[in-house]
């Protein structure tokens, strides 16, 4: 396995619904990302937080909101989803080298989420 | 910015033999192409990578090759096993920007 475990592995919620998914990461990164991944369509990157901050946002809708208290732990807080919301969310961390770095991201199990 | 084009989308392929899945890319400037693959229930694993640096890379029964003219670079896996039944990804990216573009995905069956 990779070092990056991810809670809860499945999730299923309503549309009024308020939840959130868990990551950490045991890799002594200093970079973590969401990703969302959907049936029949390529991973789409979300969030980048680097050093705890977030640089990319990827033009995600505000009923996601990351939050990412130190570099080992990263959230996705979930609110007022929609169905076409139903994916599997993955979380990758990464190691920045500075410069020209090696950037291999290494990826969670993922949280299946299910919007009812 | 980047667009990666994966083929084939389903690949079946008798024990033993080969199996080959291409990628191309659209951004001149990417330098940095990793494979991952995808077992079910699990999120997806490095199994391979390279950089614009070189022109081919080989891992035991696993090489990547990039053409970056042709802007296309390409998974070989050579033997294959059971266990190598999966669904594969290539991703491009500018080396340190952090932002992994990757392909719809391959998923390959191996026929004992």
């Not at chain 1, 973590?32 to 991973?43: E, F, G, I, T, V």
């Not at chain 1, 990412?68 to 919301?85: A, I, V």
């Not at chain 2, 950089?51 to 696993?62: A, L, P, T, Y």
Request: proline fraction near 5%; include cysteine.
């Amino acid at each position: 396995e990779t070092g990056v475990t991810q809670t809860p592995r499945h999730l299923v919620m309503g549309m009024t619904n308020k939840k959130s998914l868990k990551c950490e990461q045991h890799l002594g990164h200093n970079a973590m990302y969401w990703y969302k991944q959907s049936a029949k369509k390529p991973l789409e990157l979300m969030f980048v937080y680097n050093f705890k901050e977030q640089t990319e946002n990827n033009s995600v809708p505000s009923r996601f909101s990351p939050e990412c208290p130190n570099s080992s732990h990263l959230f996705l807080h979930l609110h007022t989803l929609q169905p076409e919301d139903s994916a599997l969310y993955l979380c990758a961390s990464s190691q920045l080298a500075g410069g020209l770095g090696t950037d291999t991201q290494y990826f969670g199990p993922g949280t299946r989420l299910t919007v009812l | 910015g980047e667009n990666v084009e994966q083929h084939p989308s389903t690949l079946s392929v008798q024990e033993g033999d080969s199996a080959v899945i291409k990628c191309t890319y659209s951004d001149s400037a990417s330098n940095y192409f990793p494979w991952y693959k995808q077992e079910l229930g699990k999120g997806p694993q490095l199994i391979i990578d390279i950089r614009s640096n070189v022109g081919e890379k080989k891992d035991q029964r696993i090489a990547v090759t990039l053409n970056k003219t042709a802007k296309h670079f390409s998974l070989h896996i050579t033997e294959t096993q059971p266990e190598d039944s999966a669904v594969y990804f290539c991703a491009a990216s500018l080396q340190g920007a952090q932002k992994l573009v990757f392909g719809q995905g391959t998923r390959l069956t191996i026929n004992p």
